[in-house]
């Protein structure tokens, strides 16, 4: 009786377990593909604080002070984002 009942619970572990890994394999896809949109999205936004300082590079000290902390934000998330996704530049 307990051969049978490894017999009827092997083939659930095996099931469940090729469950948890397919979920698995999604959510880090989706997870990877989220954290390249928003690396895009930081390159953008790090572009357009550069042009900014430039083109308001006669403002006052505190908007040019917000938009360096801006960009140090961004350089670091930046960073961070091609770690995780396994670039350099």
């Known amino acids: ?3 049978g ?4 619970a092997v083939p659930v572990a ?4 090729a ?5 698995s394999h999604l959510k880090n896809k989706q997870l990877r593909q989220e ?3 928003l690396y ?4 953008k ?7 900014a300082m430039k083109t308001e590079a006669d403002a006052g000290k505190e908007r040019m002070d917000y938009l360096q902390s801006l960009n140090i934000l961004l350089q670091q998330a930046i960073k961070d984002l091609q770690k995780d996704l396994g670039t350099a530049s």
Do not use: C, D, N, Y
Request: proline letters at 0%.
């Open 1 to 3: 009786m307990a051969a």
């Open 5 to 8: 009942v490894i017999v009827l």
């Open 14 to 17: 095996v099931l469940a377990a």
């Open 19 to 23: 469950g948890v890994g397919v979920a």
């Open 35 to 37: 954290k390249e949109r």
């Open 40 to 43: 895009k999205e930081a390159l």
């Open 45 to 51: 936004k790090h572009e357009a604080i550069i042009k």
